[in-house]
């Protein structure tokens, strides 16, 4: 299965849609769409996860390559929605850390401009939640 992206850009934040799987075939394709954002002068980055049903190493892989290629040009790349699969991935790798969450796209936006009331997601007391319905 492929992955789709669609672009769009909201207060000149760029917003990638994506959709299926993020897999050792399709990180190139995410990549170079950042790359493009990047020569197009636009920085800051959000993946939106809503539409992702499954990630692997070498995908998640791709979205730190892309994390450190924005922040190196000195840009911000923000993850929204990911479901609960991607969470766990993003707990246990620690990437948690690295990533900024969020489960409204407008929160990610608005993280992008201090002052504005944001929405953090709270990753592990998801994991925690979760864990103590299993």
Not at 31 to 60: F, M, P, W
Not at 101 to 114: G, I, Y
Request: charged content about 25%; aromatic content about 6%.
């Amino acid at each position: 299965m492929s992955l789709d992206i669609s672009e769009s850009i909201r207060e000149g934040v760029t917003i990638l849609s994506l959709k299926g799987r993020i897999t050792a075939g399709e990180t190139n394709a995410i990549r170079e769409k950042v790359d493009q954002t990047i020569a197009a002068g636009r920085l800051n980055v959000i993946l939106d996860l809503t539409h992702v049903d499954y990630v692997d190493s070498t995908g998640l892989g791709g979205m730190v390559i892309c994390y450190t290629t924005l922040k190196r040009h000195g840009g911000a790349l923000k993850l929204v929605n990911p479901n609960k699969r991607n969470i766990e991935l993003l707990a246990l790798t620690k990437l948690y850390t690295v990533f900024e969450v969020f489960t409204e796209v407008q929160d990610a936006v608005n993280s992008f401009f201090p002052g504005r009331e944001i929405k953090r997601f709270d990753i592990l007391a998801f994991v925690q939640a979760h864990e103590s319905e299993e």
